[in-house]
């Protein structure tokens, strides 16, 4: 069997095209460069390029670097600008997973007459043979299971990508990485915002727009101004610093309002609600949830997962409603629900 090996010079997938290459299997490394211009990022870089390259090199497998920094643009970054421009927080690292590493990858290693994938992903990859579908569970180092951002895999991406590394911990992976002497064994982890290097995610999008973003009102929940802000895209739901506000209590951003170009603020306590809806679902462990089903929820990467319960209003829509109300619910992140360790699907929170 063929498998097309997802490079990014960093150990983790490192550490994967050597256990694939130690079971015996045909295969072939590839990088994607998801960048042009002179501006170099904090990922794909030169030096990561030299890593995968003497990687590849060492166990003897065939390693291509392929540009896909126009697909990049219009599924990550174009999106991430589009969400906070319009009061959303987004997770770029979902759609990179969902429209690169999952479709364009996959597209690129059946062009070569790869079967499978595998990539660095901490998570697991399992078969119920009674539903007869594939299902997404936490790894089993749930300090780095990656599960959350893979919920939006398909039944048909799961059944052809592999994850070597979520049986075991980062630990692991590092020392075999440095018994086998790879030249990257103590790199850093990459940053989650890897288009976003050495500046704030505002200044990113500002320069990238070529256009500063008009100022607006600050106002509290009841409506009363309490000043100006500098454009919505500085501010997230739950936001404490930064806003420039004095007042009598502390202030948190409730709400991002794109209409009115407003920013409102309240009380701690007005961040908290137990219910959210979310579109643009993917469910992996079931086809559809035809009834309400009590599950644990995720409304964020390094959120802890709550108790709730999950109703599909429709072909696109679920509603969840925790057990008790969570801080700071946000637009643009995504819900992912859980059955036990396993991976149920998720969505957009609107």
Known sequence: MKILIAMSGGVDSSVVALLMKNKGFDCQGILMKLFDGEDEPACCTKKDIEDARSVADKLSIPFTVVNMAEGFKENVIDKFIYAYENGATPNPCIDCNRHMKFERLFEEG?????DRVATGHYARIE??????????????????????????????????????????????????????GFIN?????SQDICFVKNEMYYDFIERTQGRKYPEGDFVTVDGKALGKHKGIIRYTVGQRKGLGIAYTSPLYVVKVD??????????????????????NINL??????????RVTAKVRYRHTAQPATVTQLDNDTIKVVFDEPQRAI?????VVLYDGDIVVGGGIIQ
Do not use: H, W
């Not at 059946?110 to 790869?114: H, L, S, T």
């Not at 946000?330 to 995504?334: A, F, I, L, Y």
């Open 110 to 114: 059946v062009k070569i007459g790869c």
């Open 127 to 180: 078969y119920n043979n009674e539903t007869k579908r594939y299902i997404l569970k936490k790894a089993l180092d749930e300090t780095k299971d990656q599960s959350y951002v893979l919920y939006s895999l398909t039944q048909e991406q799961l059944s052809r990508a592999i994850f070597p590394l979520g049986e075991m911990t980062k630990d692991e992976a590092r020392q075999i990485a440095s018994d086998a």
């Open 185 to 189: 064994s103590d790199k850093d982890d």
């Open 258 to 279: 794109p209409d009115e170009n407003k920013v409102i603020l309240g009380s701690n306590e007005d961040l908290f609600t137990d219910t959210l809806t979310a579109k």
């Open 284 to 293: 992996i462990s079931v086809p559809e949830i035809k009834e309400p089903m």
């Open 330 to 334: 946000t637009k643009g992140q995504s």
